[in-house]
């Protein structure tokens, strides 16, 4: 059974951080590009950051450059995602997708809220 798993979501103040984390089972979790998705209240998604199958090309968006890291651990069929400084408006709920030319699997989402 294909499936995505999301953890490492919670409650943290401004300028601290969370290390989220993708799992997949049941399918070639390495040889998909893995992005992570957010969804704030009353919004559209909004692509976070992306890397590609073999880890070496990684994307991001202009709103988490420089506090957001994405990077793969193959031995654990993961990808993390490290957010540091964090600010109010990264609040969202995080999407982890899987996809490649003829797939497109999704996660449940965690729930990231910044809050003093």
């Known amino acids: 059974q294909v499936q995505l798993v999301e953890s490492g979501g919670g409650l943290v103040q401004p300028g601290g951080s969370l290390r989220l984390s993708c799992t997949g089972f049941g399918f070639m979790f390495s040889n998909f590009v893995i992005s992570w998705v957010r969804q704030a209240p009353g919004e559209g998604r909004e692509l976070v950051a992306q890397?590609?199958?073999?880890?070496?090309?990684?994307n991001y968006a202009d709103s988490v450059k420089g506090r957001f890291t994405i990077s793969r651990d193959g031995a654990k069929n993961a990808v993390h995602l490290q957010m540091n400084n964090l600010k109010p408006e990264d609040t969202a709920v995080y999407y982890c997708?899987?996809?490649?030319?003829?797939?497109?699997?999704w996660g449940q989402g965690t729930q990231v809220t910044v809050s003093s």
């Open positions: 997708n899987a996809g490649d030319r003829w797939r497109d699997y």
């Open positions: 890397i590609s199958s073999g880890g070496g090309t990684t």
